[in-house]
């Protein structure tokens, strides 16, 4: 499978995402998969400028990366795959994409929302999709970088 990795972080391409973690992987690209950051503009310029060079780069809306994915466009690759929330990767995972596992990296907290550890916020609707796919056999982790542990997210979620 091309998918080396995949990862929620609502920052979507950073300085961890940039360096550390494609470092780590060895991705040769990174695919953002989220309906809003395709249709902006400013966004798909500064995820351009945010990507390590060297790395391909790839926006999709949910919808395409399904497509593109299923279609082995990318089975030659080493890719890393980025949603921006739960319920992006969750569409993922539910429309066949063949993941085995997630981490969650970073997700700030708003009105309705959380705090399950210092960089990780979650909704109600969070924690069931999250319960739901580990109950199917996903493993999902809770890991701002590569260097610390990767515990179950479930072990955060009380």
Known sequence: ???IHARVDERLIHGQVATVWTNTLGAQRIMVVNDSAVKDQMQIGALKMAKPSGVKLSILSKRKAVEKILAGNYDEERVF???KDIP?????????????AFNVGNISQKPDSKPIKKSVALTEEDQTIIRTLVESG?????????????ESILNFIK
């Open 81 to 83: 795959l980025i949603t």
């Open 138 to 150: 996903t493993t999902i982790t809770a890991q701002m970088v590569p260097s610390e542990s990767d």
């Open 88 to 100: 992006d990767m969750a569409y993922l995972i539910d429309n066949g994409v063949p993941l085995k």
């Open 1 to 3: 499978m091309p998918i």
